[in-house]
């Protein structure tokens, strides 16, 4: 049972990529990662991303997925880590032969710790 569990857990942390870790590349030129805003709302009610994030919304994910290279690694972001729209967009990645993750601390968490952010026009 515990050997369940624990193999459970490791699946579950995955999925996940740690903020350090996206940051680290970020600013590099030929960054290996593109940081996905998932969520569904308009950009008024969103008002701010992390920095250099594409917005996508997950409804619009599959229509967008011929635009994305299969060499890149691609990080969904949602308001909170707790809700779905970042689990739906890591699936339909996933599902399509990505390499990709979700942001271990959602928007919520990379705003709290004071990280890069960008106003959205």
């Known amino acids: 049972m515990e050997t369940e569990k624990i193999n459970l857990l490791k699946t579950y942390l995955s999925l996940y990529i740690n903020?350090?870790?996206?940051?680290?590349?970020?600013?590099?030129?030929?960054?290996?990662?593109?940081?996905?805003?998932?969520?569904?709302?308009?950009?008024q009610i969103k008002k701010d991303q992390i920095k250099?994030?594409?917005?996508?919304?997950?409804?619009?994910?599959?229509?967008?997925?011929?635009?994305?290279?299969?060499?890149?690694?691609?990080?969904?972001?949602?308001?909170?880590?707790?809700?779905?729209?970042?689990?739906?967009?890591?699936?339909?990645?996933?599902?399509?032969g990505f390499k990709a993750y979700e942001l271990a601390c959602a928007l919520e968490g990379w705003k709290g710790m004071n990280l890069p952010i960008e106003e959205i026009q």
């Open 19 to 43: 903020h350090t870790v996206v940051l680290a590349d970020l600013d590099k030129e030929d960054s290996k990662y593109v940081v996905l805003d998932v969520r569904n709302a308009p950009a």
């Open 52 to 96: 250099g994030a594409l917005a996508i919304p997950a409804k619009d994910l599959k229509n967008h997925i011929k635009e994305f290279d299969k060499e890149k690694i691609y990080v969904v972001y949602d308001w909170t880590a707790g809700t779905t729209l970042g689990k739906e967009a890591l699936l339909i990645l996933l599902s399509e």
